[in-house]
């Protein structure tokens, strides 16, 4: 069995755990010029942290629902419900940019 084989879950799992300098690399992210400049305004607008919106988005992602929807309705400061489905796209593609194409 491979000993350096890092990345595992849990102890036990027959890897062991990352690093935290190495899990943190792993887990961060760069957002697009644009979806940050999107971002910067929301938390403008909502007197929320840029941290605080990201970590709901995130949350988001993971709940049962429509996330893309949620994340629209913020983008674009209107109602869930309202979005319409270019929107969505919209949302869609700031999320996932790298699977949409949509280069900074």
Do not use: C, I, W
């Given at each position: ?10 102890e ?23 979806v ?9 607008k ?5 941290t ?7 949350r ?31 949302a ?8 949409y194409?949509?280069?900074?």
């Amino acid at each position: 069995m491979n000993t350096n084989n890092h990345g595992g879950p849990r102890e036990g799992a027959g890897r062991t755990p990352l690093p935290p300098e190495e899990r943190k690399r792993r887990m961060s992210f760069t957002l697009a010029p644009d979806v940050a400049d999107r971002l910067t305004t929301l938390a403008e607008k909502t007197g929320r942290t840029q941290t605080e919106l990201v970590e709901q988005a995130v949350r988001g992602y993971f709940s049962p629902g429509d996330p893309l929807r949620e994340v629209a309705a913020q983008m674009f400061g209107v109602p869930a419900a309202d979005v319409t489905a270019e929107q969505r796209r919209a949302a869609k593609a700031a999320t996932f940019p790298d699977r949409y194409g949509v280069r900074p």
